[in-house]
T-cell receptor
C-alpha cells in the first residue's frame, strides 16, 4: 500500500490564483481530513469527510473547498489564494471498524504552499 | 470540543538524559489519546496511543505515556534520549462517540524536543 499520498510537495502561488491540492489513499478508509500546520499553532482542521459524498467544515474552513466523489480521493481547493494561506498542508485518513470510533489517523507527507 | 495544552513549546536536553513532554486536555469525558512525532520536513507518524485498558502505554523506541484521568493528562516520557529523538511531538485527543464525526482529532501546539550531544 502507498498509504496517503499528496501532490504537489511544493507550490508557489501568486495572490488571487487558484489551485487544487491532491490527496489520495489506498487503504479504503472512510474518514479523510485536511489540516494546515503553522509554526506554534499545531495542526488545525480545515475540512473533513466521513465518506464519499459527505464533507463538513473544521476549525478554519474559510477560503477552502473540498469534495469527496470517491473513497480514495479528497482534493482541497484554494479558490483565491491569499498570503495568510501560506502553510504546510497535511491530508490524513482513518478507519473505524464497525462498532468503534475514532481510531488513529494516517498522515500524508505534506504540501508546502507559499503565497506571494 | 476538546482543548489540548502542551505546556512546553521547546525542550532541550542532553543525550542520555531523561525527558518528559507534558500534555493536558480539557474534557473529562471518555477520550482516546495519541502522541504523534514529526521529524524535519516529514509528515506525522503515530508514536503511541491510549484507547482503553492499561493506563501506561509504550512505543517500540522506548517512549512511554501514562493516562491520568483525574488530572486529564497524558505525559510522554523517555528515560534516556538519543540525538535521533530530535523532532516535534504532538499530543492529540479524540472523543469516541458513536455516530459522530469519525476520527476528529484535536491537537496541541507541539513540543520541539532537541537532543544535544
Amino acid at each position: 500500500n502507498a498509504g496517503v499520498t499528496q501532490t504537489p510537495k511544493f507550490q508557489v502561488l501568486k495572490t488571487g490564483q487558484s489551485m487544487t491540492l491532491q490527496c489520495a489513499q489506498d487503504m479504503n478508509h472512510e474518514y479523510m481530513s485536511w489540516y494546515r500546520q503553522d509554526p506554534g499553532m499545531g495542526l488545525r482542521l480545515i475540512h473533513y469527510s466521513v465518506g464519499a459524498g459527505i464533507t463538513d467544515q473544521g476549525e478554519v474552513p474559510n477560503g477552502y473547498n473540498v469534495s469527496r466523489s470517491t473513497t480514495e480521493d479528497f482534493p482541497l481547493r484554494l479558490l483565491s489564494a491569499a498570503p495568510s494561506q501560506t502553510s504546510v498542508y497535511f491530508c490524513a485518513s482513518s478507519y473505524s471498524p464497525a462498532g468503534t470510533t475514532n481510531y488513529e489517523q494516517y498522515f500524508g507527507p505534506g504540501t508546502r504552499l507559499t503565497v506571494t | 470540543a476538546q482543548s489540548v495544552t502542551q505546556l512546553d513549546s521547546q525542550v532541550p536536553v542532553f543525550e542520555e538524559a531523561p525527558v518528559e513532554l507534558r500534555c493536558n486536555y480539557s474534557s473529562s469525558v471518555s477520550v482516546y489519546l495519541f502522541w504523534y512525532v514529526q521529524y524535519p520536513n516529514q509528515g506525522l507518524q503515530l508514536l503511541l496511543k491510549y484507547l482503553s485498558g492499561s493506563t501506561l502505554v509504550e512505543s517500540i523506541n522506548g517512549f512511554e505515556a501514562e493516562f491520568n484521568k483525574s488530572q486529564t493528562s497524558f505525559h510522554l516520557r523517555k528515560p534516556s534520549v538519543h540525538i535521533s529523538d530530535t523532532a516535534e511531538y504532538f499530543c492529540a485527543v479524540s472523543e469516541p462517540r458513536r455516530g459522530s464525526t469519525l476520527g476528529r482529532l484535536y491537537f496541541g501546539r507541539g513540543t520541539q524536543l532537541t537532543v544535544w550531544p
